[in-house]
């Protein structure tokens, strides 16, 4: 089919070539024309797994790139949206993008066209884009708005779209459901699968995926809900590891207790500094606004912001009890990025941590395999930035791990040790088993589980050995 997608965000880029790896023709829309010639140029200006490898394949051929939204209409059977939708002062999803495609689209409407949101947005906004549409011209019986949520985590979006758990469609006529259910037609009937060029399947992935045809609110809310919850989960976690450490237990053994059971699941059980990005801070905030709008004070929401919050004050705690003062302190940070597999830093607790010890007169040495470039934009001074986390921990008092990537997980710990001025891990990411970083000479901190330190003045007279 012919395809619009409308913005070359994290969404719209992934959406539009993963679109073109299912067989569909598309032309991703931007207003931004030195976006439109890197990407015709080859850019691939997000770090995600294979979007490079798909938009390789399929620039020039499947997906092409454009700055007139009203020509892309006209030659497509749909119209994703997936335009920004960022939070206002109080919360709320800022819908001005949504309606100004909306309002350019009405002009193209020359036969019928199914116009789907894709962006993250709330309830009712299925009935204000045909609203805007039917206000600047457009035939009535000519176009349907159908909701198309996104279920992305960034680091896996490629394989979330094209691997979902579901699809989820909300419309209001059997014919816009039938066009939506061609354009999924070849992950539905599990055809894609077969190719020899698919991508790679992901563990726990099932194929081929349910097709949930909902109504258009429905759809609207599930996004909504399901981030929400997973926030919940994340902040519940978080909380337990709190008490945990209160009374001495092991969050990691409480961890597996309660995630076995069928009900629970150990998904999203991950203790850490919070969780961040550009969806769940920005959709809890918007979901309450919602819910408020409409009567309902969802507190619930409330608590899961302000549990998340605390977290990444209390790791902070946690660091100046540590190391008893901060001022002067040299710090080895590994990680920005909100999480492993992403160069997004947006609402990222770790680069709000690094902020935090850059008030209190820290010295800064951080390193992050994909988000250091987007990082520079903002710690404008006062960071060194390393070539890789042994360089990071080099001289520090003390080396914090902020964010769950790979790499981290694996290193040399001998020679971490001797590269460290003292052998302290604060890791806010749990990825590590206290009782070997103790037998590798550490003294070790992490989130809900009992410190692992070394006795006395071990840490000291270690140092002294390795130098002599």
């Known amino acids: 089919m012919r395809i619009a997608v409308v913005g070359s965000g994290y969404v719209g880029l992934v959406t539009g070539a993963c679109f073109a790896d299912l067989g569909h023709e598309v032309v991703l829309v931007d207003n931004d024309e030195q976006k439109l010639t890197a990407l015709r140029n080859g850019a691939v200006p997000i770090h995600e797994r294979f979007l490079r490898e798909l938009l390789g394949r399929h620039r020039g ?24 939708t960022p939070p206002t002062e109080t919360g709320d999803a800022d819908l001005s993008y949504v309606e100004s495609v909306a309002r350019e689209i009405s002009g193209a409407v020359d036969g019928y066209k199914v116009v789907v949101e894709k962006s993250t947005v709330p309830v009712y906004t299925s009935q204000w ?61 599990g055809a894609y699968y077969g190719r020899a060029d698919a991508i790679p399947r992901p563990d726990r992935a099932t194929v081929p995926p349910r097709l949930i045809i909902t109504s258009t609110k429905s759809a609207e809310l599930i996004k909504h809900a399901s981030n929400a919850f997973l926030a919940m989960k994340i902040s519940f976690i978080n909380a337990v590891a709190s008490i945990c450490e209160s009374v001495g237990a092991n969050v990691g053994q409480v961890c597996d207790g309660i995630g076995t059971d069928s009900r629970i699941g150990p998904r999203f059980l991950n203790p850490g500094i919070g969780y961040g990005g550009s969806c769940f801070p920005k959709d809890l905030m918007a979901f309450r606004a919602v819910a ?24 902070l705690r946690k660091v100046r009890a540590v190391l008893w003062t901060l001022r002067g302190k040299r710090l080895g940070v590994l990680g920005l990025a909100f999480k492993g597999g992403t160069d997004d830093i947006r609402e990222s ?34 960071v060194e930035f390393a070539k890789d986390a042994y ?28 590269l460290l001025k003292y052998p302290m891990v604060l890791d806010g990411r749990n990825l590590y088993d206290p009782a070997t970083m103790v037998e590798h000479g550490f003294s070790y901190y992490s989130v809900g589980r009992p410190a692992a330190v070394l006795e006395g003045a071990t840490e000291v007279q270690s140092k002294k050995r390795e130098r002599a």
């Open 61 to 84: 051929q499947h997906i092409k790139f454009s700055g007139d939204l009203q020509a892309a209409t006209r030659e497509s059977e749909a119209v994703f949206i997936a335009v920004g």
């Open 129 to 189: 884009i045909r609203t805007v549409i039917l206000r600047n011209g457009a035939n009535p019986a000519a176009f349907d708005v159908a909701s198309n949520p996104e279920f992305l985590r960034e680091g896996t979006a490629v394989t979330d779209f094209l691997y979902p758990d579901r699809i989820v469609v909300g419309v209001e006529s059997e014919r816009c459901a039938e066009v939506l259910r061609a354009i999924y037609e070849p992950l539905t009937s």
């Open 292 to 315: 408020k709008e409409n009567g309902y004070d969802f507190r619930l929401l409330d608590e899961v912001i302000r549990i998340n919050e605390e977290q990444r004050h209390r790791f």
């Open 349 to 382: 607790p770790a680069l709000l941590l690094v902020e935090e010890l850059l008030r209190e007169h820290c010295q800064v040495c951080a390193y992050d395999p994909a988000a250091m470039e987007h990082a520079k934009e903002v710690l404008k001074s006062g």
């Open 391 to 418: 360089e990071a921990a080099t001289g520090a008092d003390a080396l914090l791990i902020l964010t769950e990537w790979e790499e981290f997980a694996c290193l040399d710990l001998d020679r971490l040790r001797k």
